[in-house]
């Protein structure tokens, strides 16, 4: 998979491909990331990106010329998704996260400023993405937390892959508690069952743990579900 990024400040986003499982997947080869600065696009001699909003008002727009000279340059085999980080965009979900994981190349703009200029959403975008409803002054950390979360999904990411698809939001549940050594930390126990070395219990217990995290801490969650009487049973308890 391709990604290419499309920055003002290319240097938020470059220090974080070089750890962890970003760097891992890229020296893989199952990850190409490139980062770009719109201003190699601009063709005045202060490399101009932005200007006065037609109609006035405060803050200042991005030019559309440098982003759709970059865009034609970095689609070349024009199959790329175009995505627009935005506060506007639709809210990133994990199920978004794994769609997204199976494209081939996505382009990712990121804005600054007021905003872009709307005939660039209107004429290259083909998604817009929020990562939340706060309001960050740029696309860059948005485009990294895009770029980490379709990371670890890609096959090979994890060591161990089905983690990955078993952690919280891939089952629609929030995931449940975990623990390590030692059993015992000052009187702080680690739950028998977790000791027992019986997996079928085991297995029930961290499902019923999910199940009970997920009425308390993220109800909306359990909305899309359909449980069964038992397990109704454990959510009205939890709540
Ligand atoms: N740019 C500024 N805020 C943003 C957000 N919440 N999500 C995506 N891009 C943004």
Redesign the pocket.
Not at 97 to 110: F, G, K, R
């Given at each position: 998979m391709k990604m290419d990024v499309l920055a003002l400040f290319p240097e938020i986003i470059a220090p974080a491909l070089q750890t962890g499982i970003l760097k891992r997947i890229q020296d893989d080869g199952g990850l190409s990331v490139n980062v770009y600065n719109l201003r190699d696009w601009t063709t005045d001699k202060h490399k101009t990106v932005d200007d006065y909003p037609y109609g006035g008002g405060a803050g200042m727009i991005l030019k559309p010329e440098p982003i759709f000279a970059a865009a034609e340059t970095l689609n070349a085999e024009s199959d790329a998704q175009f995505i627009f980080?935005?506060?506007q965009?639709i809210p990133l979900t994990q199920p978004m996260v794994e769609a997204l994981s199976l494209e081939t190349h996505l382009i990712l703009i990121c804005?600054r400023y007021k905003g872009v200029d709307e005939r660039v959403r209107e004429k290259i975008v083909t998604k817009e993405?929020?990562?939340?409803?706060?309001?960050?002054?740029?696309?860059e950390i948005?485009a990294l937390v895009i770029l980490d979360a379709i990371a670890r999904v890609l096959p090979g990411a994890l060591g161990d892959f089905e983690s990955a698809h078993e952690d919280s939001f891939s089952k629609d549940l929030l995931d449940h508690p975990h623990y390590t050594r030692p059993a015992d930390y000052e009187g702080l126990k680690v739950p028998e069952v977790l000791l027992s070395g019986h997996h079928d219990n085991i297995k029930k217990w961290r499902y019923v743990e999910a199940l009970k995290r997920t009425a308390q801490r993220r109800p909306d969650l359990l909305k899309e579900l359909e449980l069964t009487d038992e397990e109704l049973a454990i959510v009205n308890k939890a709540k």
């Amino acid at each position: 998979m391709k990604m290419d990024v499309l920055a003002l400040f290319p240097e938020i986003i470059a220090p974080a491909l070089q750890t962890g499982i970003l760097k891992r997947i890229q020296d893989d080869g199952g990850l190409s990331v490139n980062v770009y600065n719109l201003r190699d696009w601009t063709t005045d001699k202060h490399k101009t990106v932005d200007d006065y909003p037609y109609g006035g008002g405060a803050g200042m727009i991005l030019k559309p010329e440098p982003i759709f000279a970059a865009a034609e340059t970095l689609n070349a085999e024009s199959d790329a998704q175009f995505i627009f980080l935005t506060p506007q965009g639709i809210p990133l979900t994990q199920p978004m996260v794994e769609a997204l994981s199976l494209e081939t190349h996505l382009i990712l703009i990121c804005g600054r400023y007021k905003g872009v200029d709307e005939r660039v959403r209107e004429k290259i975008v083909t998604k817009e993405i929020s990562i939340g409803d706060y309001v960050l002054s740029g696309g860059e950390i948005a485009a990294l937390v895009i770029l980490d979360a379709i990371a670890r999904v890609l096959p090979g990411a994890l060591g161990d892959f089905e983690s990955a698809h078993e952690d919280s939001f891939s089952k629609d549940l929030l995931d449940h508690p975990h623990y390590t050594r030692p059993a015992d930390y000052e009187g702080l126990k680690v739950p028998e069952v977790l000791l027992s070395g019986h997996h079928d219990n085991i297995k029930k217990w961290r499902y019923v743990e999910a199940l009970k995290r997920t009425a308390q801490r993220r109800p909306d969650l359990l909305k899309e579900l359909e449980l069964t009487d038992e397990e109704l049973a454990i959510v009205n308890k939890a709540k």
